[in-house]
């Protein structure tokens, strides 16, 4: 399998309990803030990467041996996305989330592609009715961004805003449109799911 497994000194409770599996594609837009986010939910929570997140992270100065000194980490490289066998069990994760998303994730999310770890996970995740937060970052007329060396200006075109619209669409997807929106999501997610695991105990 792909993973990259760090040791935690979880307990087995929360070992057991179901968690957020936490995607990151190759964006740097929205990428620091995502994971600062994705912090908060430790240790509930699980990283997966695209090859390009894995490429695009050193670039932002984020090492990625120190994430893993934090996170469980999967990385994309198998042809089939084997983490994604992960979801069949029930209890595993309660919830995909894909933050950031590049525009080329949220075009595969929007047609139905899924042939990279986080596009297949949140297909496969939709077809098993888990539900999915996809933090799409090309969403204005004009996103200025941190490349790894300056700010830059861009404008998304209408192909990229209209895959956000179809993306909305999508069954069991729910498309956020900033950090504070993702902050929302993912605090009324946590909601439903501790009143799930009160309701069955
Ligand atoms: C430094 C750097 C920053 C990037 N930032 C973005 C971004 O903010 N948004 C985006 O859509 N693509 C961005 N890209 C391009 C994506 O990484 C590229 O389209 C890649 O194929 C996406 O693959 P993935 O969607 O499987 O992660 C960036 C690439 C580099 C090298």
């Known amino acids: 399998m792909t993973t990259t497994h760090t040791h935690h000194p979880a307990n087995d409770a929360?070992?057991?309990?179901?968690?957020?599996?936490?995607?990151?594609?190759?964006?740097?837009?929205?990428?620091?803030?995502?994971?600062?986010?994705?912090?908060?939910?430790?240790?509930?929570?699980?990283?997966?990467?695209?090859?390009?997140?894995?490429?695009?992270?050193?670039?932002?100065?984020?090492?990625?041996?120190?994430?893993?000194?934090r996170f469980r980490v999967f990385r994309d490289n198998s042809a089939s996305a084997v983490p994604v066998g992960m979801l069949y069990d029930a209890n595993r994760y309660h919830t995909v989330v894909v933050a950031p998303a590049t525009s080329n994730t949220v075009a595969k999310c929007a047609f139905g592609i899924s042939d990279t770890l986080p596009t297949s996970m949140f297909a496969q995740a939709g077809k098993l009715g888990i539900p999915g937060i996809v933090f799409a970052c090309d969403t204005q007329p004009v996103v200025v961004t941190k490349s790894p060396l300056d700010?830059?200006?861009?404008?998304?075109?209408?192909?990229?805003?209209?895959?956000?619209?179809?993306?909305?669409?999508?069954?069991?997807c729910r498309v956020v449109c900033s950090l504070a929106e993702l902050r929302a999501a993912l605090d009324a997610r946590s909601a439903e799911t501790r009143m799930t695991s009160c309701a069955s105990a």
Do not use: C, M
Request: overall charge negative; proline content about 5%.
């Open 14 to 69: 929360v070992e057991a309990a179901p968690r957020f599996a936490w995607t990151i594609t190759g964006s740097g837009h929205g990428l620091a803030g995502s994971l600062d986010l994705a912090a908060t939910l430790l240790p509930h929570v699980d990283l997966f990467l695209s090859r390009a997140a894995e490429e695009v992270l050193p670039l932002y100065k984020i090492d990625i041996a120190q994430l893993k000194a």
């Open 151 to 172: 700010w830059v200006e861009l404008r998304p075109r209408r192909i990229e805003l209209d895959n956000v619209e179809r993306l909305k669409r999508i069954d069991h």
